[in-house]
């Protein structure tokens, strides 16, 4: 069982780790292009992704802890990147 957990958890994490990634590629062609409804659309794109990545973790019965924990290191990492790339 402490197995099972362990690889749920690496897939979780890797989960996360793909949206910031996508997000990151998104902001950065917006950033380039200069095109602000696009860098709107992105933001609403990956809220929503995050809700039903959310919604699916309920589902599952992923601990509730882990995502706080998670969706705190993402808003952190997303506004540090944020603040970087529009000042």
Same mark, same amino acid.
């Given at each position: 069982?402490?197995?099972?957990? =362990?690889?749920?958890?690496?897939?979780?994490?890797?989960?996360?780790?793909?949206? #910031? #990634?996508?997000?990151? @590629?998104?902001?950065? &062609?917006?950033? +380039? #292009?200069?095109?602000? #409804?696009?860098?709107?659309? $992105?933001? /609403?794109?990956?809220? /929503? /992704?995050?809700?039903? &990545?959310?919604?699916?973790?309920?589902?599952?019965?992923?601990? =509730? =802890?882990?995502?706080?924990?998670?969706?705190?290191? *993402? @808003? $952190? +990492?997303?506004?540090?990147? *944020?603040?970087?790339?529009?000042?």
């Amino acid at each position: 069982m402490e197995e099972e957990k =362990k690889e749920y958890y690496f897939y979780f994490t890797l989960g996360y780790i793909g949206i #910031l #990634l996508i997000l990151l @590629a998104a902001l950065r &062609v917006t950033i +380039i #292009l200069d095109d602000d #409804l696009g860098g709107i659309l $992105v933001f /609403l794109g990956i809220g /929503l /992704l995050i809700n039903y &990545v959310n919604y699916l973790e309920r589902q599952t019965g992923t601990d =509730k =802890k882990a995502r706080s924990y998670a969706r705190t290191i *993402s @808003a $952190v +990492i997303l506004t540090g990147i *944020s603040i970087f790339a529009f000042f």
